[in-house]
Nanobody
Framework: QVQLVESGGGLVQPGGSLTLSCVGS????????MGWYRQAPGKQRELVAK???????????DSVKGRFLISFTSKRITAKSVTLQMTHLGPEDTAIYYC?????????WGQGTQVTVSS
């Protein structure tokens, strides 16, 4: 059973920064990717950023390139974490952010954390 637990969402002013963290855990947990997706009201869920855990290659949505930074940490064999550092946030970044892990040919999702960018 894979569990993804997110933290770090909240309210931030335009131009501000926020960091999201996600810890994934399971027995012998070795995801091939971890990342973040987001879903704004009335819109489809979209990729924000993901990282391939072995190569540490990354993939970013065009809208966040140069503003967001994703990183991965292997805490131990049963726990891995992914962090999303978000800077220069704008109202268009307002959404629910979901942690994602690709593991054993399945997709796993966190419960989501709200990010609101507003003055």
């Amino acid at each position: 059973q894979v569990q993804l637990v997110e933290s770090g969402g909240g309210l931030v002013q335009p131009g501000g920064s926020l960091t999201l963290s996600c810890v994934g855990s399971a027995s012998n947990f070795n995801p091939y990717t971890m990342g973040w997706y987001r879903q704004a009201p009335g819109k489809q869920r979209e990729l924000v950023a993901k990282i391939f855990t072995i190569s540490e290659n990354t993939d970013y949505a065009d809208s966040v390139k140069g503003r967001f930074l994703i990183s991965f940490t292997s805490k131990r064999i049963t726990a891995k974490s992914v962090t999303l550092q978000m800077t220069h946030l704008g109202p268009e970044d307002t959404a629910i952010y979901y942690c994602h892990a690709g593991y054993a040919v399945r997709d796993y999702w966190g419960q989501g954390t709200q990010v609101t960018v507003s003055s």
